[in-house]
């Protein structure tokens, strides 16, 4: 079976197809797709499987080779329509941010904290009290710190 291959205006619509591909849009996005100008034409039927080539209700002469080409270069006509269609995604919300900055402030309180009970467990085994004292107030330092950080961040929201 021959490979179907149409190019159609009907409705101010256009539907190409190019065995597994097909492009549709409207007549004007084709236009602006394509770089075509199909002046005067406003109704095309052209279609391998019955190897015709209607034009504004007149028949013409099949194949033709502009609607051949057209068909050729559905490629083009994807491309183009999908970067003409691409709407870039929008940048974080307020409310993303500001999750985004808490996140951030929670994990680097989250090292720091790891850091300190790493640090106290070894001065628990070796009995050294004036470093589990120190460690103590590092850690109440870190807890204020963060405390002081997030209410930043919530003052600023």
């Not at 190019?18 to 005067?40: A, C, H, R, V």
Request: some cysteine; overall charge negative.
């Amino acid at each position: 079976m021959t490979n179907m291959r149409v190019f159609q205006i009907q409705k101010e619509n256009v539907l190409i197809i190019n065995e597994d591909k097909q492009y549709t849009d409207t007549l004007d996005n084709f236009k602006i797709d394509s770089s075509l100008n199909l002046e005067n034409i406003n109704e095309v039927i052209y279609d391998n499987y019955q190897e015709c080539c209607v034009v504004n209700k007149e028949f013409k002469e099949y194949p033709n080779v502009n609607f051949e080409g057209y068909i050729n270069n559905i490629d083009i006509y994807i491309k183009a329509k999908v970067e003409r269609e691409y709407v870039p995604p929008e940048g974080p919300t307020e409310e993303e941010k500001v999750l985004a900055k808490i996140n951030e402030i929670m994990e680097e309180n989250d090292t720091q904290i790891a850091d300190i009970k790493d640090a106290m467990l070894v001065a628990v085994l070796t009995d050294d009290t004036e470093l589990q004292e120190e460690l103590k107030q590092e850690y109440i330092v870190v807890i204020e710190d963060t405390n002081n950080k997030l209410k930043e961040v919530n003052v600023n929201d």
